[in-house]
């Protein structure tokens, strides 16, 4: 039995249920913005990241966003986005996206649960926990290419070994 099951029996629990319960069980500051959307801050070693989660009935997809301020110079963007697909391209869960008029990194995830399928305690940590791990992982080389003048193939080296550990 995983270790996340030990408080929780999933059953037929509403997805964010799932999460709210997940949030309590690491101690996580969190809101129920809605029936349908719980909002989270989650610590990490660079950041502490703003993550929101909402489930869609309609396309029976429990969606997660996580945030943190970013605010890549305008005039770096180019070599931004070169990195940033460079990284999408290491991801297998999820993508990272710059909102410019924000201020903000956004990194997006969707777990499709067709057919009337269950969220896991397992499944929506390891989403929570691979948010923050991309996160992690790739903010020293984000910090490089907007700030430090930093190609994105030299700052990509700082982030070539896979970081390990969850949220």
């Known amino acids: ?16 249920d799932v999460v709210e319960d997940l949030a309590q069980a690491h101690e996580w500051d969190f809101d129920r913005v809605a029936d349908d959307q719980i909002a989270m801050m ?48 290491q991801c297998w869960m999820g993508a990272f996206a710059l909102w410019p008029d ?21 499944q929506v940590d390891r989403m929570i926990g691979a948010a923050v791990v991309a996160a992690e992982r790739f903010y020293p080389a984000m910090q490089l290419v907007c700030w430090a003048g930093e190609t994105p193939a030299q700052a990509m080296k700082v982030a070539i070994a896979e970081a390990y550990g969850r949220a």
């Open 42 to 89: 989650v610590e990490g070693q660079w950041r502490t990241y703003s993550i929101t989660l909402a489930w869609s009935e309609q396309d029976e997809t429990l969606r997660l966003i996580s945030t943190f301020e970013l605010d890549a110079p305008a005039e770096r963007h180019g070599a931004f986005y070169d990195l940033l697909n460079r990284i999408n391209d």
């Open 102 to 122: 924000q201020k903000m990194m956004v990194w997006r995830n969707g777990l499709c649960l067709a057919g009337g399928q269950c969220a896991s305690t397992e």
């Open 1 to 16: 039995m995983a270790a996340t099951e030990d408080y929780l029996e999933v059953g037929d629990l509403h997805p964010i």
